[in-house]
């Protein structure tokens, strides 16, 4: 029973609340003590770090629910046409320092807490990283997600709350070890629990044909049910009262009686068995880059996404009776294709629950569904075994059979009886295992296709959906993908802000980030020049206190810092990175005295996790260790060259890491990276960039200009001849050389690293590290000389960030709403 407020009613209410809450630093206060007390329910007058962190947050948490309460209130009176972006990953990293800023209270919150004897930087350091997503995908979601907020688009994201996110990685000799994410033990006071808000997820069980009405229908008897409870995480906007909702689901044993088991007398093993419907949300899938057969996996996916359509039905039927209006008010984003079983589960309510026709139901499915795809790697797409799908959604199998029949005659109509390509394009694949295509599924039931950068755009219309394009070219689209400045600069770079708005002359840029090209006309100015030198060199030494914290090696402030932080894949090609220092060590090992006092010193930096199950990825960590170990004890090399490598890479390592960088590496083989979108963060900080033309680089090479960056390697339309050619050529010597020492154990662990090796000689190097190495060095000698000219290098360095507007989220989002879900903003009233 809801309760409501009106006429005089709501007056009394707002005398009694006395209005919004306020955001000066004794109110704050007022709060954090109240919180210290009855929410964290410690003494006022003795409460530590975390204490003071959690009664902050919850003084900030209330300010965002007010927000929220009010965004959806308007949301609802407005009925605006939503967008729900559907995705199984979000890596929100932290939460206070985000929500501090968006709401413009950092200031107050830090004075407030001064005053009580805390230190608001020491406070945020205390929170853990939401990391509930693997890499550039989940983390681009979080980003989309505070762009969506910002510009006040009426939005929700809808996801799973994992209580183990991503593992973390420890290193013991070098090696990777993977320790669980317990990163709930601490409670998350983030998010709001639900528990009115939950839905029954059903798996198993058989279907039926019936009759009913005098009409035939296909009747689904599941054989088992899930709830999923409901956790809001309030994300708010920027310079706007909007705050918008992610929705994140947990599974929970569902409340109906195993009568069965109780009246066995079987008490225990009944209980027992309820709670192991929790395991659906336990874990996060690490990056296999494969999940064939992978039960859990299925079961997660259809969970989080029937949950988010019964929800989303829900809302849509509180306002309309007609799902031909569908359409008009409900855009589906797919996520990649790990949410794609939603078009499956939406035809299935509108048909079976909801009684349309097929033609009606098809019709809607086809104007609601929009999918972005974020690899160019075939093997990456995934796919269902068939059977392990009739197990677990036998319904939906039918459904997609059905779809999938339409679909090839449709075909057939179009291409005539062309039965290779008819199979190559079919959702299912057949085999001696037959599988369900998710990404075919997705294409098929979405209005528009989005690549990530304009080059993984082209590889999907020339060579990864070739098929599809040729059949609907217009469906084929592409955003760029982009980063939002407020949590890659604003909250990461809080120096490098002040000094942008200073000479701006102004704050706009955060939400309006073409301005920052203004700052090209003062790229030369000295005083420019110095300022921005003296920001760097802060952040430096706080990445260089990190460093030595960390891996115990102390690191020159004056040596340049060169980073290369991501997962750990074969085609980003962090091996070949290691090759490249070890032939600096090598070269600096060999030079006389006279020439050892021209180097320009390097600190290299490596982080990134390896999947768990990926051996040559893990080889790859090991062996930055084993070369780490040699030249940072090395009295011959001193402070002329430094490898570190950072364990436990993630959202809040990157925050420091980034701006401490003078230069950074993204140099996947081209061809390989859909986008990438670190190389995004480290040019709005100022720092440059060594890579290749691959992704979305070529895009940044547009807007910055390749003479401000160190750009190397074979271009994408020559990776395919290359690798045909790649068993007949000898690798240049210097390679063939550092790979030699690798392989003669130079560095130890001579059998360990065998296989490394080989996966690039012999006619195998399939990344073709040995065919763009000497290119690689050039380009790594062109930075050793900009870097010496420094006022070239910060010139450059200002052209970077001056330039990176167009990298911005908010820039993808604006691009997406107009050219594929079709909604507008809905701003609250200030
Ligand atoms: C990444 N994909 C792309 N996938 O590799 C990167 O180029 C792009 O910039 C980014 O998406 C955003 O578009 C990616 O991160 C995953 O993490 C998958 C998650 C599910 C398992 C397989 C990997």
Same mark, same amino acid.
């Not at 480290?682 to 940044?700: K, V, W, Y």
């Given at each position: 029973r809801k309760a409501g407020f009106s006429g005089a009613k709501t007056e009394r209410m707002f005398e009694l609340m006395d209005g919004f809450l306020k955001n000066d630093p004794v109110s704050l206060q007022k709060d954090i003590l109240h919180h210290v007390e009855y929410t964290v329910a410690r003494s006022r007058f003795s409460f530590d770090d975390f204490e003071a962190y959690q009664a902050l947050s919850h003084s900030v948490r209330d300010r965002l629910i007010e927000r929220w309460h009010d965004t959806q209130q308007h949301f609802k009176k407005k009925d605006? +046409?939503?967008?729900?972006?559907?995705?199984?990953?979000?890596?929100? /990293?932290?939460?206070? *320092?985000?929500?501090?800023?968006?709401?413009?209270?950092?200031?107050?919150?830090?004075?407030?807490? *001064?005053?009580?004897?805390?230190?608001?930087?020491?406070? &945020?350091?205390?929170? %853990?990283?939401?990391?509930?997503?693997?890499?550039?995908? &989940?983390?681009?979601?979080?980003?989309?997600?505070?762009?969506?907020?910002?510009?006040?688009?009426?939005?929700?994201?809808?996801?799973?709350?994992?209580?183990?996110?991503?593992?973390?990685?420890?290193?013991?000799?070098?090696?990777?070890?993977?320790?669980?994410?317990?990163?709930?033990?601490?409670?998350?006071?983030?998010?709001?629990? !639900?528990?009115?808000? *939950?839905?029954?997820?059903?798996?198993?069980?058989?279907?039926?044909?019936?009759?009913?009405?005098?009409?035939?229908?296909?009747?689904?008897?599941?054989?088992?049910?899930? @709830?999923?409870?409901?956790?809001?995480?309030?994300?708010?906007?920027?310079?706007?009262?909007?705050?918008?909702?992610? !929705?994140?689901?947990?599974? +929970?044993?569902?409340?109906?009686?195993?009568?069965?088991?109780?009246?066995?007398?079987?008490?225990?093993?009944?209980?027992?068995?309820?709670?192991?419907?929790? #395991?659906?949300?336990?874990?996060?899938?690490?990056?296999? !880059?494969?999940?064939? %057969?992978? @039960?859990?996996?299925? =079961?997660?996916?259809?969970?989080?996404?029937?949950?988010?359509?019964?929800?989303?039905?829900?809302?849509?039927?509180?306002?309309?009776?007609?799902?031909?209006?569908?359409?008009?008010?409900?855009?589906?984003?797919?996520?990649?294709?790990?949410?794609?079983?939603?078009?499956? @589960?939406?035809?299935?309510?509108?048909?079976?629950?909801?009684?349309?026709?097929?033609?009606?139901?098809?019709?809607?499915?086809? =104007?609601?569904?929009?999918?972005?795809?974020?690899?160019?790697?075939?093997?990456?797409?995934? =796919?269902?075994?068939?059977?392990?799908?009739?197990?677990?959604?036998?319904?939906?199998?039918?459904?997609?059979?059905?779809?999938?029949?339409?679909?090839?005659?449709?075909? +057939?109509? =179009?291409?005539?009886?062309?039965?290779?390509?008819?199979?190559?394009?079919?959702?299912? @694949?057949?085999?001696?295992?037959?599988?369900?295509?998710?990404?075919?599924? *997705? #294409?098929?039931?979405? $209005?528009?296709?989005?690549?990530?950068?304009k080059a993984h755009s082209e590889l999907l219309k020339t060579r990864v959906f070739m098929d599809f394009y040729e059949l609907w070219p217009e469906k084929f689209q592409y955003k760029t993908n982009g980063v939002t400045q407020r949590r890659w600069i604003v909250v990461s770079n809080p120096s490098l802000c002040s000094l942008i708005s200073k000479w701006l002359g102004t704050e706009s840029w955060i939400h309006d980030v073409d301005l920052l090209t203004h700052l090209k006309n003062h790229a030369s100015i000295p005083e420019l020049q110095h300022e921005w030198k003296m920001v760097k060199k802060i952040n430096k030494m706080r990445l260089a206190e990190y460093i030595e914290t960390m891996s115990g090696v102390k690191v020159s402030l004056d040596a340049m810092f060169d980073v290369q932080i991501k997962r750990i894949h074969e085609y980003k090609r962090q091996f070949l990175n290691i090759l490249g220092v070890i032939h600096r060590y090598d070269c600096i090992k060999n030079m006389e005295e006279s020439d050892r006092r021209k180097v320009v010193p390097r600190v290299c930096i490596i982080g990134g996790k390896a999947p768990p199950g990926y051996e040559i990825a893990k080889k790859i960590i090991k062996l930055c260790h084993a070369v780490a170990e040699t030249i940072n004890n090395d009295t011959d090399i001193g402070d002329l060259l430094k490898l570190v490598f950072i364990p436990d890479y993630n959202v809040s390592v990157a925050e420091l890491v980034i701006p401490g960088s003078?230069?950074?590496? $993204?140099?996947?083989?081209?061809?390989?990276?859909?986008?990438?979108?670190?190389?995004? +963060?480290?040019?709005?900080?100022?720092?440059?960039?060594?890579?290749?033309?691959?992704?979305?680089?070529?895009?940044?090479?547009?807007?910055? /200009?390749?003479?401000?960056?160190?750009?190397?390697?074979?271009?994408?339309?020559?990776?395919?001849?290359?690798?045909?050619?790649?068993?007949?050529?000898?690798?240049?010597?210097?390679?063939?050389?550092?790979?030699r020492m690798v392989r003669d154990g130079y560095f130890g662990f001579k059998d360990y690293f065998k296989s490394l090796c080989d996966t690039v000689e012999n006619g195998k190097d399939f990344y073709l590290l040995g065919s763009d190495f000497t290119s690689y060095l050039e380009a790594q000698a062109a930075a050793d000389r900009a870097y010496v000219d420094k006022e070239k290098w910060c010139k450059m360095s200002i052209l970077s960030t001056a330039g990176s507007g167009r990298f911005s989220s908010d820039r993808t989002i604006e691009d997406y709403a107009e050219k594929t879900w079709g909604i507008k903003p809905c701003k609250l009233p200030l």
């Open positions: 605006p +046409k939503r967008l729900y972006f559907l995705s199984l990953e979000f890596l929100m /990293g932290r939460s206070l *320092s985000n929500s501090v800023i968006n709401l413009g209270i950092k200031d107050q919150c830090a004075e407030a807490l *001064s005053q009580l004897g805390f230190e608001y930087e020491v406070l &945020a350091e205390q929170e %853990g990283d939401a990391a509930l997503g693997n890499g550039g995908l &989940a983390r681009l979601s979080a980003c989309q997600m505070d762009s969506l907020a910002t510009l006040d688009f009426p939005a929700w994201g809808y996801g799973l709350r994992y209580q183990y996110g991503l593992f973390r990685q420890i290193i013991i000799d070098g090696f990777q070890h993977e320790q669980p994410d317990y990163w709930l033990n601490f409670g998350n006071p983030w998010e709001i629990e !639900r528990v009115h808000v *939950s839905y029954p997820v059903k798996f198993y069980g058989s279907v039926k044909e019936e009759v009913v009405n005098g009409k035939k229908c296909k009747v689904w008897i599941p054989g088992e049910t899930v @709830e999923a409870v409901a956790y809001d995480n309030p994300i708010p906007g920027y310079g706007t009262r909007n705050t918008i909702n992610l !929705r994140l689901w947990a599974a +929970k044993p569902s409340e109906g009686l195993d009568i069965e088991s109780y009246n066995t007398g079987d008490y225990i093993n009944a209980i027992v068995n309820r709670q192991k419907a929790e #395991i659906i949300s336990n874990v996060l899938y690490p990056d296999d !880059r494969s999940y064939q %057969g992978k @039960e859990l996996r299925l =079961k997660q996916q259809y969970f989080f996404v029937s949950a988010s359509l019964q929800d989303i039905i829900r809302r849509f039927k509180d306002m309309h009776n007609n799902f031909d209006e569908f359409p008009d008010k409900v855009a589906l984003q797919l996520n990649d294709t790990h949410p794609s079983i939603s078009v499956v @589960e939406l035809m299935r309510v509108l048909l079976d629950e909801e009684d349309l026709s097929w033609k009606r139901a098809w019709n809607i499915v086809c =104007k609601v569904f929009t999918f972005t795809t974020h690899t160019v790697l075939p093997e990456a797409l995934e =796919k269902v075994p068939m059977d392990l799908f009739e197990t677990v959604l036998p319904r939906h199998l039918q459904i997609i059979y059905d779809i999938n029949f339409a679909f090839m005659e449709e075909l +057939k109509n =179009k291409i005539g009886k062309d039965y290779v390509r008819l199979s190559r394009m079919s959702i299912i @694949e057949e085999g001696a295992v037959k599988n369900i295509r998710m990404a075919n599924l *997705s #294409i098929v039931c979405s $209005h528009t296709v989005n690549g990530v950068s003078d230069l950074s590496q $993204h140099i996947s083989t081209a061809g390989h990276e859909a986008s990438g979108t670190g190389s995004m +963060k480290f040019l709005m900080n100022g720092c440059l960039l060594l890579a290749t033309a691959d992704g979305s680089t070529n895009e940044i090479i547009e807007e910055i /200009g390749a003479e401000n960056m160190f750009i190397f390697g074979a271009k994408i339309n020559e990776v395919p001849k290359l690798r045909e050619k790649e068993s007949t050529i000898k690798a240049p010597l210097q390679f063939r050389r550092v790979v």
